[in-house]
Structures are given as C-alpha cells and as structure tokens.
C-alpha cells in the first residue's frame, strides 16, 4: 500500500503527528500501515507520536514538501472525529487557506453534531486569522458552524459581521438563511445587519428552497426583527412552495409569523391546507407551536384543530410541559373545546406539573376556566405545585388564577388567601383587567361565605376599577330588539333594559320583576359569550358572570343572539314572540 501511494506521486503526502487518545482515534493498525477511512500512511516508530499521511493527487503542492489547498480540503473532510481534525490543525494550520479554515470548522460541527463536545478553539481561532480575506460562502458558512456549535463569541460574530457587510451583494440564498438563521440561534442581535440581509437578500427570494424561506422567517421572528414589507414578499414566494415544505418548515413559519404578528389569512389558509395531510408526520414541539401560533393568529379553522388534535392525542406523553400549557392556551384563546382531548391532556400533564414554570400553571388553570372543563383531581394537584411556586406569579399569572378559580368554583381558602395577599404586594403594578379579574374572585369568594379575607387596599382598587368599566352601559341594537318582544309576553310589560343590581355592581341587559316577586335576568349573549367550537357553550367568563347575578337574586335567561335570535327574528314577529316565550315564560 506504500507503493501504491508513492506511485500517485506529484507531492509529498500531509503527515498529521497526534498522540495519546487522538492516535488511537484517527486509525488502526494493519499490517505495516495504519488506515484511516480510505487513506493509508505509514505505521510510526515511535507509538507516541503516529502520523496521518494524506496521499497527494489532483492540485497537489508542487514545492514537494507544503500540502496544497486541496489536500488540505480533502484532509479535513476525510477527518472521521474531532480529534483527528483538531490534528490536523495542530500539525498543518499553518498552510490553511481562507476556504480551508471555514471548511475545517464547518466540519468540525458535522462531527459534533455526532460526537459531542470537544476543545474546537484551536480550529476557531484558525478562522478567526482569516476572517479578514473570507469570502462570502465561507463567512457565512462560518457562522453558521459558530451556531450548529453552539460557540457563543460576540466579539468573533461582531468582526464577522463587520467583514460581511460590504459583500452582503455576493450572498446567495443558501449564504442568506444560513447567515440569518445562525444569528438568530446564537441569539446575536443586530439590526442595522439583519435590515441590511435581508435587503440584499430581496431580490434573490425567488431563488430560495422551501427550507431557506422557513428558517428565514423563523430567525426574523426569533430576534424580534419586523419587516413586514420583506415578509409579505417572502410568503408570495413561499405560497408557490409549500407543496414542499416538511412539517417543520410549515410549523415554523406559522410560529414565525404569531410571534411577528403578521398575520395573511390566505395564506395561513394555503399552509394548513398542506399541513393537514402531513400531520401525523409533526413532532410534538411542531403541533404545540402550530396551534398556539394559529390562536396568536386569531385564526380560527375547526376542521384543521380536529385533524391537528387527532393528531396529538397520540403524541400527549411526549410533550414537553410547556407545550401542554401552551396547547390548553391555545384552545382557549380559540374557544375550540374538546372534552375528551383535554382530559387526555390533564393526564399527560398531571406526572409533570412540578416542572411547569409559573407561566405554564396559570396559562393552564385560565384554559381551563375559559373552556369551563373542571378536574377536582387536577386542580388540587396543580395548586400544590403553584403554592410553592407562588412568589414567582407575576400580576397576570395571579389575577388569571383567581379569576380561575371562581369561574371553576374550586375552593381553596388557604391558597386563595395567600394569593390575594400577593396580589395586594403588587397592587400597583396591576392593569385594569388584572383588577376586574380579582374583583370578580372577591365577589365569588363573598359569596360563598369562604371566610378569605381580602386587603383593604386592594379589595378598594379592584371595586374603582370595576365600576369604571360598566360605567354608564348603553344597550345594543339587538337587546332593545329583544325587549320589545320580551315585554309581549305574558307579565313581562315592566321589562327594562340594563337594570342595576341591587349592588349596583352589574347592570342587568333585559331585568322582569315577575308577579310573584322573583326577579328574571334576560341576558342577551352575542358571540363573544360563547366558545367557538362547540358555538352554544358559554365561556368561563360568562359562567361566572351567570353564577355572580344567581347570588345577587336573579334567575338568569340567556337569549343566544347567533344561534338563536337572529335565525328566529328572521322568521316573523310571531316566531320570535314563540321563541323567547318559550326560553323566559317556559322555565317559570
């Protein structure tokens, strides 16, 4: 085998001296030769110090001792562990070339990727000497290796950057997502670069394959940078390619575009429609980000959420916890209720609730209250968890879960006093909703005779807040239209519109003192009081706020305006009159 690589001739073989645990690493023993891949060299006298003989061919050194370019190239590629490219380095870095430090480490995180860690700064700092005459394939290719690596260097990156800018002309798409995505996963921010990428990369959209334009997106939207006229061409692009796209891709352009918040319904439309066949193929991260982007979206789809729930009723035991949370989140915030799916869900949850971060808790427990499913088992299990975690409640995660627990009904004085104390801590720095939440548990709490007492200081800030909102209520064309009839009805004559409470702390959309002195509240519920799928459940909200005017002694009537005025009224006077005869007179 000697002979056969003397005979290839035209320069003298790259020797790599490497001892100790490298040695044994880059090749075995075979005969008089040692092996390593395909290359041979010979066996070293002296153990301690083998060599690695890579074989001259095509663009050899014709100095008959300097390895060339290409050996070079071909040596670092043929490296089959880091240590045998960290060898390399040590032995011949000095002949490296601009090409041949960016492809040594961009090598080096191919075999990381396998391998593991290992001290690669003998090979970064190779490519920090020849920053300055890289082209444009192989910065980019640099910092991307930076990122695969995970090798945050700022002060590297920044030089980096500083040497790309001028050739920023040269890129090419695949320079372009790379470049773009590696600042973002090393999460080095620099917009005054990033606004000039994506100028240069513009015109080249056209160029882009599906996995550049989703990573390009992905890394705008993961450092924050909105462009929303580069996004709108990106999209045009991508909509012709989204046959294409994998399931990532699909799920990170919708996550992408949530966290932008750019939103383009068409074609947010055309990407679930090729999602939907692939989704057995989403990983579990995919699902959860795709749905909770679809409710930061606003985007509603029922057929897409069942096929996409379907889907990850099977996957539930590997998700991790925040993407439980965020999944009941999402559903919530999209009004999509499924029963059977978010007791699967709790289930999967339940093992894993002591690693829910605060947010995840409270995002959880408000999901549920919105949805109006209630688990005693679960609830008593994940407020274990959240008392230790308490402290760590921000204003909107304490409010959420107060006003949770009252549309759940779930009492639990100890936690429920320990958090109002909390929330009294941070009066100041809670915004209205936060004190119409609190409010309302307050009230719920009263009214149950729970015993918690509530700060003085906050139970006076909730009540401003609170009377500041229903202020004045004006009704709605529909609730005077519902009037009207209502007052046809038998002993309903007196009926007025937005009556106050006794307590003056609600105001009643159609209140009929009936004639054996019970009072009847006819509630005349828009779409905003219902869940979106099923669209004749009533929200946590709503439930609470049925179950707050039952204490305050009225019979509560909701008159659904979609589902059941609306397609009534269109049917003549007497049908409308028959319809709420029945729902108001009916129960009495």
Request: proline share 5%; net charge neutral; aromatic share 6%.
């Amino acid at each position: 085998m000697q002979a056969t690589a003397a005979a290839q001739g035209g320069g003298a073989p790259l020797m790599v001296a490497v001892g100790g645990e490298r040695a044994a690493l880059l090749g075995q023993v075979v005969g008089g030769t040692r092996e390593c891949g395909i290359r041979t060299w010979p066996a070293c006298s002296d153990a301690k110090r083998p060599h690695v003989c890579v074989q001259p061919g095509r663009g050899a050194s014709s100095n008959g001792g300097a390895p060339s370019a290409y050996q070079l190239t071909s040596a670092i590629k043929e490296c089959t562990s880091p240590d045998a490219l960290l060898a390399l380095v040590e032995q011949h870095g000095q002949a490296f070339n601009p090409i041949n430090a960016a492809t040594a480490l961009t090598h080096a995180a191919r075999l990381l990727a396998h391998t593991g860690c290992a001290d690669i700064e003998p090979i970064v700092q190779l490519a920090r000497e020849h920053l300055p005459h890289m082209q444009p394939r192989a910065l980019a290719n640099v910092v991307y290796a930076l990122a695969k690596l995970r090798h945050k260097d700022d002060a590297f990156v920044n030089a980096l950057l500083e040497a790309a800018t001028p050739q920023l002309r040269d890129f090419n798409p695949q320079d372009v997502a790379n470049t773009v995505w590696a600042l973002a996963t090393l999460g080095h921010a620099d917009s005054a670069f990033v606004a000039a990428l994506m100028k240069a990369a513009a015109p080249q959209l056209r160029d882009f394959t599906p996995q550049a334009l989703a990573n390009t997106v992905w890394a705008l939207a993961t450092l924050g940078h909105t462009n929303g006229a580069f996004v709108a061409a990106l999209l045009k692009v991508a909509t012709s390619q989204l046959r294409n796209f994998k399931p990532q891709e699909l799920s990170n352009t919708a996550w992408a575009l949530a966290k932008l918040q750019h939103y383009d319904g068409a074609f947010v439309v055309a990407l679930l429609e090729v999602a939907t066949p692939q989704l057995r193929n989403f990983k579990p991260q995919a699902l959860a980000n795709t749905v909770w982007a679809l409710a930061a979206l606003g985007h509603a789809d029922s057929s897409f959420m069942a096929a996409l729930l379907k889907a990850a009723a099977l996957q539930l035991r590997n998700f991790n916890p925040q993407a439980l949370a965020n999944t009941a989140w999402a559903l919530a915030t999209l009004g999509y209720a499924d029963d059977a799916f978010m007791t699967a869900l709790l289930k999967a949850a339940t093992p894993h609730l002591c690693d829910f971060k605060p947010q995840d808790l409270s995002n959880t427990v408000w999901a549920l209250a919105t949805l109006g499913h209630y688990d005693r088992a679960f609830m008593a299990a994940l407020l274990k968890v959240a008392t230790a975690q308490r402290r760590n409640f921000n204003p909107q995660a304490v409010s959420n879960t107060a006003w949770a627990l009252a549309v759940l009904g779930h009492a639990d004085s100890v936690f429920m006093a320990t958090l109002l104390q909390q929330a009294a801590g941070m009066v100041l720095d809670l915004n209205a909703e936060n004190l119409q939440q609190l409010f309302q548990c307050m009230l719920w709490l009263k009214d149950q005779n729970s015993g918690v007492a509530v700060p003085a200081q906050l139970a006076a800030a909730c009540k401003t807040a609170w009377m500041e909102e229903r202020d004045d209520p004006q009704p709605s064309r529909v609730q005077l239209e519902v009037l009207a009839v209502v007052r046809q009805l038998p002993g309903c004559s007196g009926a007025t519109s937005e009556q106050a409470t006794d307590d003056g702390l609600f105001s009643v959309d159609i209140a009929v003192q009936l004639p054996d002195g019970s009072r009847l509240a006819v509630e005349v519920d828009g779409p905003q009081h219902f869940l979106s799928s099923p669209p004749d459940r009533l929200d946590g909200a709503t439930l609470l706020r049925n179950r707050l005017l039952e204490a305050r002694g009225w019979r509560v009537v909701g008159v659904p305006v979609m589902t059941g005025w609306v397609p009534v009224a269109k049917q003549g006077q007497q049908a409308a009159r028959d319809y709420l005869l029945n729902l108001v007179v009916g129960p009495l």
